[in-house]
Each structure stands twice: as C-alpha cells, then as structure tokens.
C-alpha cells in the first residue's frame, strides 16, 4: 500500500508563492506518475501538473510559466513551486502516484489566496 503526505499549504497574498512537497511511503516498482491536483469549492478536482519518473512533465494551462514540478526520485518525494500565485488559484491541493498497479492520492493540503 502507497501513502503519500503532502505539505507546504497555507495563506498567501496574490503575486506570491508557495512550495509543495509530497513525499510517498510504501512499495511500488518501475515506471511512475506523481503529480498534483486541485479542487476549488464547488468544482470538479483538476489536474495541475505532473512528472513522470523518466523526467517527462505535463502541465495545465492555467499554471504554464507560474508552477514548476520536481521531483527527487532517490526519496520518493515531488514538489510543487507555485510562483505569482492568484485568487483563482485557491483549492485544496492533492498529490497523486500511479503506475500499472497503484493509483494513491493524499489527504489534501489547503492553499489559499487572497487578493
């Protein structure tokens, strides 16, 4: 089993930023995707980023040029820095792991901001 704790949540003032970290505990092999999601009040959780073990990034419109994912595949661990960070950014953050037999996500961490 594949938990994962996310970290780094908070209140920030529009224009700032904020770092995420998500580290995963447990057993799982071969090719992986970690990544971020959000869900806002009232809407569908969406994707944010993510990195595949092999390096390769994916990320949504809305964030292009503002977040950058890493990760540190050593400690099992991916960061999210969120760089001019707006309101419309608010949600509740969610990390994520998949491969062909796991799919995890984490209890959530809650970024706010406020304009």
């Known amino acids: 089993q594949v938990q994962l704790v996310e970290s780094g949540g908070g209140l920030v003032q529009d224009g700032g930023s904020l770092r995420l970290s998500c580290v995963a505990s447990?057993?799982?092999?071969?090719?992986?995707?970690m990544g971020w999601y959000r869900q806002a009040p009232g809407k569908e959780r969406e994707l944010v980023a993510t990195?595949?073990?092999?390096?390769?990034?994916n990320y949504a419109d809305s964030v292009k040029g503002r977040f950058t994912i890493s990760r540190d595949n050593v400690k099992n661990t991916v960061f999210l820095q969120m760089n001019s960070l707006k309101p419309e950014d608010t949600a509740v953050y969610y990390c994520?792991?998949?491969?062909?037999?796991?799919?995890?996500w984490g209890q959530g961490t809650l970024v706010t901001v406020s304009s």
């Open positions: 994520r792991l998949t491969n062909s037999v796991v799919n995890s």
């Open positions: 447990g057993i799982f092999f071969g090719i992986n995707v």
């Open positions: 990195k595949t073990s092999g390096g390769v990034t």
